[in-house]
C-alpha cells in the first residue's frame, strides 16, 4: 500500500489556527490531515502543595478523545482514565516542561488540555504541535497583560511519528499505516536538534541500528518543517520577547 498523496518520508500538511476560542489564554486548533486536535492553556496560583515553599511553578497536560473522533465510538473516560490515555498525558506533560522557565513562570500552575476531535494517527504527536503554539502564546498574551515580565519560554518544540509499513521507512503515519506497521516510532524534539523523548515499538517486525538512524534522520528533517512552521505563527518582535 503506497502513499499516492506524499512521499514516504513527508509530513502531512499540518494548520494551527490560534485563538479558536475565546480563552484569555492560548487556544489553537491543531490539523494535521484528518487528525485534528484543539490545545488550550489554563493558568491558577494553584500549584501543588510540594511546590509550595519553591516559588517556582509546573505544568500539567490533560488528553482526552470526544465520542466519536473516530470511525467507532469512543466511551467518554468519565473517571478513571485508561492506561493509554496516561501514558500521552505525560508524554505530552514531560515534552512540555522542557520548553518552560518555571522559576521565571513564579509560582503558577499551567494546565494544558489536548481534546482530540477528529482522529487519523498522529494524536499525540500533533497534540504536542499544538500545545506548544498554544503555550507560547500564553505566555505573550500575560506579558501584554503585564502578568510577566519576563519570557519563561525556552523554545519551540515538535513531535512527530515514522515507523515501517510493508517494509518501507515512512513518516507521519495515518491509521491505516499505523494499524499495519510493523515498527511504530514517536519522536520529540527541540529546535536546537536535541532529543526530548523517543518512543519505539516493534510491532510485527524487528529493527537493526541502521534502520534507528534512519527513523531519526527522517524524524528530525520533518521537526524541524514543523517548528519552522510554528515560528512563523508569530511576529519578529513576538519571537523576540519569546525567545530573549
Known amino acids: 500500500m503506497g502513499r499516492i498523496d506524499r512521499l514516504s518520508n513527508e509530513e502531512r500538511k499540518i494548520k ?11 487556544s489553537v486548533f491543531v490539523e494535521c490531515g484528518k487528525t485534528r ?18 516559588n517556582t511553578g509546573w505544568l500539567t497536560a490533560e488528553y482526552g478523545m470526544i465520542p466519536n473522533c473516530s470511525k467507532n465510538r469512543i466511551s467518554r473516560e468519565k473517571h478513571l482514565s485508561s492506561g493509554r490515555t496516561k501514558e500521552i498525558q505525560r508524554l505530552i ?7 518552560v522557565d518555571f ?7 499551567l494546565n ?40 519563561p519560554f525556552k523554545g519551540f518544540i515538535a513531535a512527530i511519528s515514522v515507523g515501517i ?31 526530548i523523548e523517543i518512543q519505539g515499538t516493534s510491532e510485527k517486525g524487528l529493527f537493526d541500528r541502521d534502520k534507528l538512524n534512519i527513523f531519526l534522520d527522517v524524524a528530525c528533517d520533518s521537526i524541524k518543517r514543523i517548528i519552522e512552521i510554528q515560528e512563523s ?3 519578529a518582535e513576538e519571537i523576540d520577547w519569546l525567545l530573549r
Not at 37 to 54: A, F, G, H, Q
Not at 116 to 138: F, K
Open 112 to 151: 494544558v488540555d489536548c481534546d482530540v476531535i477528529e482522529a487519523d494517527g498522529g494524536t499525540r504527536t500533533t497534540s504536542i504541535n499544538g500545545a506548544v503554539v498554544a503555550l507560547a502564546d500564553s505566555f505573550l498574551k500575560m506579558h501584554k497583560r503585564g502578568e510577566l515580565e519576563k519570557s
Open 16 to 26: 494551527f489556527t490560534k485563538d479558536f476560542t475565546s480563552s484569555d489564554y492560548g
Open 93 to 99: 506533560g514531560r515534552s512540555l516542561r522542557t520548553v
Open 233 to 235: 505563527l508569530f511576529t
Open 165 to 195: 509499513v510493508e517494509g518501507v521507512p515512512v513518516c507521519d503515519l495515518e491509521y491505516s499505516e499505523d494499524s499495519n506497521a510493523d515498527v511504530d516510532m514517536n519522536v520529540v524534539m527541540n529546535s536546537l536538534g536535541q532529543f
Open 103 to 109: 522559576e521565571k513562570l513564579g509560582p503558577l500552575m
Open 37 to 54: 486536535v484543539l490545545c488550550t492553556v489554563s493558568v491558577s496560583s494553584k500549584i501543588p502543595d510540594w511546590m509550595k515553599t519553591s
